[in-house]
């Protein structure tokens, strides 16, 4: 079945760095890509998302591209604030079946000042 | 945009209480709601999904008799966590799908359920 895989955090940056954090997905067919974001607290929020390959999501500073040929959707940013942190999930949706999202298993980020 | 509403935001109760939890969409109609549980560092894992004026659709592993469904209009689905235990503690949380194209889903702000 359809699966997305993550890096484990949780990862540790000091305000300004860069970010990268990988995702990687199997699925049949054409999923669409997602990133979502959790603060402390709060629901999940829709960060970006690419519908399909070679498609760049991007939103607050923070860019995915849609890599088919990797089965990639990586996460980067180039200067993080602390306000960034939270916990980042990665997801996808199958183009068959019902609308459902599979989701990693998410990355907590703290970014420290 | 289109909003979520869930609540209770966090409550806990004692072992062998029922606990329901409801998620409204404001501004919107949600004919489908997905319901997910999220376990301490765990990613969500859905657990089944409500249709208006039908039965819900769950996910293998999960019990029904245990978490019941209800999605009895187009604004309200509710989750009903029956005969509660420690085991159930988790965080619980809602979602609506995209109402078109490049609409996206949107998501409650979670339920934290603590079993005693």
Redesign the interface.
């Given at each position: 079945g359809d699966s997305?895989t993550q890096m484990e955090g949780p990862v540790t940056l000091s305000e300004e760095a860069f970010l990268t954090i990988n995702c990687t997905y199997t699925a049949t067919g054409y999923p669409s890509l997602?990133w979502?974001v959790q603060y402390p607290g709060?629901?999940?929020?829709?960060l970006l998302?690419a519908t399909k390959a070679d498609d760049k999501g991007s939103n607050k500073g923070f860019e995915a591209t849609y890599r088919k040929e990797t089965t990639s959707f990586h996460l980067e940013k180039g200067s993080v604030q602390v306000s960034d942190s939270a916990v980042y999930?990665c997801a996808l949706r199958s183009d068959t079946g019902?609308?459902?999202?599979?989701?990693?298993?998410?990355t907590r980020l703290l970014v420290s000042p | 945009g289109a909003v979520v509403s869930?609540h209770p935001s966090w409550v806990i109760c004692k072992s062998g209480t029922s606990v329901k939890i409801e998620c409204r969409s404001l501004d919107f109609q949600a004919t489908?709601m997905?319901w997910y549980r999220q376990f301490p560092?765990?990613?969500?894992?859905?657990m089944a999904?409500s249709n208006e004026g039908s039965k819900a659709t769950y996910e293998q592993g999960v019990e029904k008799d245990k978490f019941l469904i209800n999605h009895a209009s187009l604004t309200l689905s509710t989750l009903t966590v029956t005969s509660a235990h420690p085991e159930d503690s988790s965080f619980y949380?809602c979602?609506a799908?995209?109402g078109g194209v490049v609409g996206?889903?949107t998501?409650?702000?979670?339920t934290r359920l603590t079993v005693v």
């Open positions: 997305v997602f979502y709060e629901g999940l929020q829709l998302k999930f019902f609308q459902k999202l599979v989701f990693g298993t998410g | 869930q489908t997905f560092k765990q990613s969500l894992m859905l999904t949380i979602s799908p995209p996206g889903y998501f409650g702000s979670g």
